[in-house]
Each structure stands twice: as C-alpha cells, then as structure tokens.
T-cell receptor, first 113, second 113 residues
C-alpha cells in the first residue's frame, strides 16, 4: 500500500487567499483525521471522519476552516481566507475500527505570508 | 483536562547506551497508547501500539510498557544508534474521546556517535 498520501507537500500563499489541502487515506481505512503541528502548540486534532461523516470538529479553530470527505478515498481541508497564524504543518492520518492504530501522511507545510 | 506529558523534552546520549523515554497521562481510562517517531521535516511513523489490556509491546530494539493505574508508559530503546535520533511522541486515546489521539509534546533524542 502507498500509505496516506497528501498534496501539496509545500504551499506558500499570501494572506487572504484560499488554501486547499488534500488527503487520500489508506484503502480500507474508515477513519480519517486532520491534525495541525506548530512549535508552540505541538500536534492538535482539527477534525475526524468515520465512514465519510464528520464526527468531531471541535478542534477546528474557526469558521475560516472547513473539511469535507466526499468519498472513502478523498478528503480536503480548506482555509478561506488564510492568515499568517495558520502557518503550520498539516497532517492527515487514517485507521480502521479494528485496530485504531493511526497511520500518518507526510504532511503539508503551509506558509502564509 | 485530559493531558499527556513527556519528560524530558530533549535527551542526548552516546551511541550504544540503553535509554528510557517517559510518558504520563492524567486519566487511567484509556483505550490505547501509541508511540511514534518523527524525523525532522517528516511525518509520524507508528512504532508501537499498546491496547489498554496489554502491559507491553516489543519491536526489535524497542519495548514499550504500559501501567494504566499509575498513568505511565515507557519506551525502552536498547543499544541506541545514531539513526535513532529523532523526536519520539506518545499519544493516548481516552475512553471518552471517541477515536481521537491526545499527544504529548515529544522527546527530542540525539544519539551521538
């Protein structure tokens, strides 16, 4: 298996622009998670899905952030409008209900100037 | 608040030494605990997963233990090598938190040749 795939790997954008991050989970995994990692706050869970349905989005910082999972093999995290404080590494992870061992993608490093 | 703490934040040891990394959690009602490795600029790699009913897991030179009653886990690395240099993260799924991981701040390990 190719593992969790994320794109782009790096994104540099200007404040106010829309940013879309993409994730393809491991085939057969029914849970998908979006995390954000910063030096100040460490790893934080933003939102997670089970069978394409959002279960807990309490970690989403504000209304500028939204996430979708239109099918079992694809999810997006969108920031609109972006701000410099959104600069971070965003990780996607997936797992199954059988083991709950989470597998992480390589991350997207977002820089908002 | 359910938290996960890792001490020390950084550790430097000479090659060949056996070492122990510590993780503590505030609530013993956990579903499982997972140890990850993160190399600079990279994603997280799952090392070991311990279910709440287990006391330890082993993989090669790594051994992770779990003591729920005291709220502690340790990751033992035998015969450390320079290639073990990385940040090690401990994460817990609490029983009342669905499938969400709560991460510690990590221990940054450097093994000197």
């Amino acid at each position: 298996d190719a593992g969790v795939i994320q794109s782009p790997r790096h994104e540099v954008t200007e404040m106010g622009q829309e940013v879309t991050l993409r994730c393809k989970p491991i085939s057969g995994h029914d849970y998908l998670f979006w995390y954000r990692q910063t030096m100040m706050r460490g790893l934080e869970l933003l939102i997670y899905f089970n069978n394409n349905v959002p279960i807990d989005d309490s970690g989403m910082p504000e209304d500028r952030f939204s996430a979708k999972m239109p099918n079992a093999s694809f999810s997006t995290l969108k920031i609109q409008p972006s701000e410099p404080r959104d600069s971070a590494v965003y990780f996607c992870a997936s797992t199954t209900g059988a083991s709950y061992e989470q597998y992480f993608g390589p991350g997207t490093r977002l820089t908002v100037t | 608040k359910q938290e996960v703490t890792q001490i020390p934040a950084a550790l430097s040891v000479p090659e060949g030494e056996n070492l122990v990394l510590n993780c503590s959690f505030t609530d013993s009602a956990i579903y499982n605990l997972q140890w990850f490795r993160q190399d600079p600029g990279k994603g997280l790699t799952s090392l070991l997963l311990i279910q709440s009913s287990q006391r330890e897991q082993t993989s090669g030179r790594l051994n992770a233990s779990l003591d729920k009653s005291s709220g502690r886990s340790t990751l033992y690395i035998a015969a450390s090598q320079p290639g073990d240099s990385a940040t090690y993260l401990c994460a817990v799924v609490y029983n009342n938190a669905g499938n969400m991981l709560t991460f510690g701040g990590g221990t940054r390990l450097m093994v000197k040749p």
